[in-house]
């Protein structure tokens, strides 16, 4: 890896965070509340502190070392907040800068990232045709060539990687269902059909919420898979390991704030309103205390 190390030596490392802090999530944008609300659902006695990198957003057409730079900075944010644990809700971050978060913070804050579902899609599928969706970055970071070498055999299994860089910021925008959407998803995803997959990883935290698009498009043709449950899963297991599991949770708090890079707060609101569920109780507003 070259050498990045952006940003901050732990000169003052924060105290040991205790159960009743906020678990902190990123994103480069607002994709990675699709995670944040499977493991909200998960563990009911946990709040949350969301880091969507709106300024910045999309990472996937982003160099590596960029990646790296941009998600080092929001985790660092979260870890001063006083979170006691981080999960990288994005695949392009996680794919750059896994390694090197958890060298870097050690013990003392643990890290949780992910990878596309490729797994369960292959032992799935019965034409043995899958089809992981992703940004160009997470096809380019070992992550996701590990998880290829290691699940999915090629004389078993065939596996077709697609991208599309309109779809992320339709969801940003609020535009997740709309009729340019559909149009781009058709564009993408036609092609696999024809080759004859039956199973599509979403391995971009952003694209669960396209599923009822998708799903209108290709009803009987394609079963949807991300990595929702298994991060809410590991989580929980980290949580547990480190002593870190909240026991309850008061009535009247917040369960998801949300911070923004950018100064998109209020156009943010009407976003959000059509994706968290109504259950979770959540706020949204821009950062005022910026690293860089
Ligand atoms: N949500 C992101 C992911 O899981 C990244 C989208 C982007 O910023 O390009 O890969």
């Known amino acids: 890896m070259s050498a990045i190390l952006p940003l901050y030596p732990l000169e003052n490392p924060m105290p040991k965070a205790s159960a009743d802090a906020p678990i902190g999530i990123f994103d480069s944008g607002i994709g990675g509340l699709s995670i944040a609300q499977e493991i909200a659902n998960y563990l009911p006695n946990e709040h949350f502190v969301y880091y969507a990198d709106t300024a ?8 590596d070392q960029n990646i790296r730079e941009l998600t080092a900075n929001a985790i660092e944010w979260l870890y001063r ?62 992550l996701i060539k590990d998880v290829i070498q290691r699940f999915a055999e090629p004389s078993q299994v065939e596996v077709l990687n697609v991208t599309c860089l309109d779809l992320v910021p339709y969801v940003e925008d609020g535009l997740h269902n709309s009729p340019e959407c559909k149009e781009s998803l058709k564009r993408v995803l036609d092609p696999i059909v024809d080759k004859n997959a039956d199973h599509l ?50 009535k009247d708090k917040t369960r998801l704030r949300c911070f923004v890079s ?19 109780t959540w706020s949204i507003e821009n950062i005022v205390d910026k690293l860089i």
Do not use: M, W
């Open 56 to 63: 910045h957003v999309p990472y996937g057409p982003r160099s």
């Open 201 to 250: 990883v979403l391995g971009c935290t952003h694209y669960p919420f396209l599923k009822s698009a998708i799903q209108s498009l290709y009803e009987n043709q394609l079963t949807l898979v991300d990595s929702g449950s298994a991060v809410a899963r590991q989580t929980a297991r980290i949580l547990l390991k480190n002593e870190l599991i909240s026991k309850t949770i008061a």
């Open 81 to 142: 907040r006083g979170c006691k644990v981080a999960v990288v809700a994005c695949n392009t971050a996680s794919a750059f800068s896994l390694d090197y978060l958890r060298e870097h913070y050690g013990e003392n804050f643990p890290i949780i990232g992910l990878v596309p579902a490729l797994k369960p899609a292959v032992l799935q599928s019965k034409s043995k045709v899958v089809a992981v969706l992703a940004t160009p970055a997470t096809f380019r970071g070992q």
């Open 262 to 280: 950018g100064q998109n707060a209020k156009e943010l609101e009407i976003v959000l309103k059509h994706l968290i569920q109504p259950e979770i």
